[in-house]
């Protein structure tokens, strides 16, 4: 590999610094940082142009794969976005302000509330989609094929790690 980045600057630096330590880690790590900036920065751009943010397109985008009923409770949705109640609850109203969720009741729980898409929240969530998967492609479009499943590959082995789900 003849291109350089600043990592690998910051790693020389460090070698000759301190020429005792195994710099892989942080070469890595900084590259995952730097990486997820740039990848959160294309997903806000993109999802602002629907007037949302990244926490409201998840919420709307796990409604609309959770079939066949298209409804959770919010216990499901924090389950699934793994963030506080405080959190879906303040997402929630966000997109209930904005008409494309709406709170309903249960009609096999009276104590339990269901987050539903409404139709103007459907409709946005699969107009957008197409987009959505375009700009990750266009995210992503410097990797082969090959390099994409191995690098998800990879990242997955770390998260199974994380999570404790590598077992």
Do not use: C
Not at 82 to 99: E, Q, Y
């Amino acid at each position: 590999m003849s291109e350089r980045d600043a990592l690998d600057v910051i790693t020389d630096q460090w070698a000759g610094e301190r020429p005792d330590l195994d710099l892989v880690p942080i070469a890595l790590i900084g590259r995952l940082k730097r990486v997820h900036q740039h990848v959160d920065q294309g997903m806000r751009d993109h999802f602002a142009q629907y007037g949302l943010d990244v926490s409201e397109f998840d919420v709307l985008a796990t409604l609309r794969r959770s079939a066949p009923s298209y409804q959770l409770t919010a216990g499901a949705l924090l389950q699934s976005a793994m963030v506080t109640s405080g959190a879906i609850t303040n997402r929630v109203d966000r997109l209930v302000a904005k008409g494309l969720v709406e709170r309903r009741p249960s009609p096999t729980d009276r104590r339990a509330v269901l987050i539903g898409l409404t139709p103007a929240g459907w409709e946005l969530i699969d107009s957008m989609l197409t987009g959505h998967v375009a700009n990750e492609e266009r995210l992503i479009g410097a990797l082969t094929g090959e390099e994409r499943a191995q690098l998800s590959a990879l990242l997955g082995k770390l998260l199974r790690t994380y999570e404790g789900t590598d077992r």
